[in-house]
């Protein structure tokens, strides 16, 4: 068996030698404000099925959506619909063959990011 010294060698690729990208760091938090998105849900899906099965139950389940945590969950869903969705309207477009240079990518993950932040605070301001 062939002698193999793992103990002296980095990882690869390791963290301490790469910085994170613009591109590589959106595309991580799409997929974490997919997984809100389930929750955002979940919590609505919730309070339909509570009034649907009557007002002590409607009771609790709106208590607990229009309570702070219940805001913020809901807020936080609104931010991470907007930013879901403009990575999915970047991802067609670089589909298209366009944007796909660095500088160019890179850019579109700050318009990504400064867009999400203003239609957030866009929609929590007209609702």
Known sequence: MADVNRGNRPLSPHLSIYRPQMTSMTSIFVRITGNALI????LIVW???AAAAGPDAFATANGFITSWF???ILFGSVASLWYHTLGGVRHL???M???LEVDQAETMGYI???ASVLLTIFTIIVT
């Open 47 to 49: 309070w339909f099925v």
């Open 93 to 95: 477009i670089w589909d």
């Open 97 to 99: 063959g366009y944007g």
């Open 39 to 42: 929750v955002g849900a979940l």
């Open 70 to 72: 219940g805001d913020l």
């Open 112 to 114: 990504m990011i400064i």
